[in-house]
């Protein structure tokens, strides 16, 4: 469940700046394929664009599972 809603007590807003062509391209990626094994790869990519949540960051690079709905690609990718 967490993977798809996150932890709703610690809400989380990205910044724009985070959205990098990379970050998105990653997340598109994982999302069409529905092979979330790049999830530490697009916390590199976050970071590298200035991210500094640990929520997120430990997030993708958390065990998972990651599945077609996880919270951070769906706003990396700006999905609702």
């Not at 959205?19 to 391209?25: F, Y």
Request: hydrophobic share 45%.
């Amino acid at each position: 469940m967490r993977d798809i809603f996150g932890n709703p007590f610690r809400p989380v807003a990205f910044a724009a700046a985070w959205l990098t062509d990379t970050a998105v391209a990653i997340a598109q990626g994982m999302y069409e394929s529905r092979d979330f094994a790049a999830m530490p790869i697009l916390a590199d990519a976050l970071q590298d664009a200035g991210c500094d949540n640990e929520d997120i960051l430990n997030h993708c690079r958390g065990p998972g599972p990651h599945v077609r709905g996880c919270w951070v690609t769906d706003a990396v990718l700006n999905k609702e």
